[in-house]
């Protein structure tokens, strides 16, 4: 036997230096040791990534993922975020990317075009985990836009959760009324039994049948017999634990729905086919939303309570203030002044008379221009040029039924709108206003005073030089409106 063969357990092995002759490191030749703490080293598995303790540490490229998000204009854009960015870091990267005016109430949709299948994701989501679920291949894709009314409910109870679905036994159970009790309820993470009468289409069947449907906390049941809650007539339908809620679009004509106001529910390890869908239709688009927003509240609890914090405290998106106040060589800058005074003019320091002295000549430029417009002239480009086709509420030529599912898609709040070109009534416009979950619609007439264009939408009482003066005024007053316009149905491109 060699001595190299033999080694006695005592007798350490001679290890090279590992500089080379240049003084770098060099690979060694002897095999590695396994890390008796991966946890503690793995950046995959430890909660604190090294890359937060090391200041010059980049993400690894398998830490990242490339996300594409769709906007209402079938333009996209590829995000690249981290394996654990939320739907609420992906949505402040796109607002910031599109040079958006607000970054409240924004959200990324899940959309299945093919099943007519959406779903809001929640705020806290993974969103790397949802993508996950998806098929290979699919056409399932990302949507970035508004919803009014992801949060709505904290603020609308009543609207959100009418008294006829609310359970008995939860009525009981309180002196109070049922909206402070709702209130109360949904501040501690929790929700009130909803019961009603559902459409239900089994999976892997075509016919629908009516039964009777009670909403709890440890799950989804419906009643053997007639509206009776006995638990020897109540069968569980499904786990809210592992289960996601989607909203159903052209289910008439996908399912054979018996009304349009149809949603599904499917377990989050399922794949997406159509055999595997368990679809219900309510009667109301009312009854819907409150057992959408139910089951909601039933599977994330006080998390929705969390996030709706979060969305409220969010900051504003402005223009940073200045650290210095010299002025660099060159810069050009725009501050306030009032010429109104014979000294020829100053500087208004007070921002709330800076704003006021902008609007008033905001105010006084629309009054120009719709002055200019009014007079006569043989070109007819003078709509084209107005001011109201650079607002982002304005829609241009789409039609009534496009409207109504751009708003609904947007939440269908109250105060929600948007204006459109009339196609029945030449040079005249439309304003869609969503009240109560429905969406009315309105008449804006031009007319003539004095040599003068107006709009006005109740027969000539109250006129407006422009249709930005008519949105402006019914901002802060309601006219013959049921509610003020308060959510501009915007679409942007990304």
């Given at each position: ?47 604190v ?9 980049t ?12 906007g ?57 985990q ?8 699919g056409?399932?894709k ?9 949060y ?23 002196e ?13 993470g ?55 809620v989607?909203?159903?679009s ?26 595997d ?26 998390q929705?309570?969390c ?10 998106l ?62 007819q480009?003078?709509?084209t ?8 509420w ?101």
């Amino acid at each position: 036997m060699s001595v190299h063969q033999f080694t006695p357990r005592s007798r350490p092995l001679a290890i090279r230096n590992g500089l080379n002759s240049k003084g770098e490191l060099r690979p060694s030749s002897m095999p590695s040791i396994p890390n008796p703490f991966p946890e503690l080293c793995s950046p995959s598995h430890s909660p604190v990534r090294i890359g937060s303790l090391v200041g010059n540490a980049t993400t690894s490229e398998e830490d990242t993922h490339v996300v594409r998000v769709f906007g209402e204009d079938t333009h996209s854009r590829s995000v690249l975020v981290s394996s654990g960015a939320t739907v609420r870091d992906v949505c402040h990267i796109l607002v910031q990317a599109a040079h958006c005016t607000d970054q409240e109430n924004w959200a990324l949709i899940e959309q299945h075009p093919s099943l007519g299948l959406e779903r809001c994701l929640e705020d806290h989501e993974v969103l790397v985990q949802v993508q996950s679920s998806w098929l290979q291949g699919g056409d399932t894709k990302l949507l970035f836009r508004k919803n009014y009314a992801k949060y709505e409910f904290f603020k609308k109870t009543a609207q959100y959760f009418p008294e006829s679905m609310i359970s008995d036994s939860t009525d009981a159970k309180a002196e109070i009324s049922s909206s402070l009790l709702i209130q109360s309820m949904l501040k501690c993470g929790s929700c009130p039994e909803i019961q009603g009468y559902l459409h239900v289409r089994e999976a892997g069947k075509k016919s629908w049948k009516k039964l009777y449907f009670i909403l709890r906390r440890s799950g989804l049941y419906c009643s053997s017999k007639g509206s009776s809650k006995e638990p020897r007539h109540l069968q569980c339908v499904a786990d809210l634990e592992d289960l996601s809620v989607y909203t159903v679009s052209n289910s008439r004509k996908l399912y054979s729905s018996p009304k349009v106001h149809t949603f599904c529910i499917k377990s989050c390890r399922d794949r997406f086919r159509s055999q595997d869908l368990k679809l219900l239709c309510a009667e109301n688009e009312q009854c819907r939303t409150c057992w959408i927003t139910a089951f909601r509240v039933f599977k994330y609890g006080k998390q929705l309570q969390c996030n709706y914090l979060l969305s409220q405290t969010s900051p504003k998106l402005q223009i940073p203030p200045r650290k210095d106040t010299k002025w660099e060589e060159g810069e050009e800058s725009m501050v306030a002044m009032d010429f109104s005074g014979k000294s020829g003019g100053r500087v208004i320091l007070n921002p709330q008379e800076a704003q006021s002295a902008e609007q008033e000549e905001g105010y006084n430029w629309r009054k120009r221009e719709a002055l200019r417009y009014s007079l006569p002239s043989n070109s007819q480009g003078s709509r084209t040029t107005a001011v109201h086709h650079i607002q982002p509420w304005f829609h241009g030529g789409v039609s009534r039924s496009e409207a109504e599912r751009l708003l609904e898609e947007q939440g269908q709040v109250d105060g929600m709108f948007l204006i459109r070109d009339s196609q029945m009534h030449a040079q005249c416009f439309v304003l869609s206003l969503c009240h109560k979950l429905k969406t009315k619609h309105y008449l804006l007439i031009p007319c003539e005073e004095g040599g003068r264009q107006y709009y006005t939408m109740d027969d000539g009482v109250t006129l407006f030089m422009d249709l930005l003066q008519l949105v402006e005024f019914h901002q802060i007053n309601r006219g013959i409106l049921p509610v003020c316009l308060k959510h501009p149905c915007i679409r942007i491109a990304l």
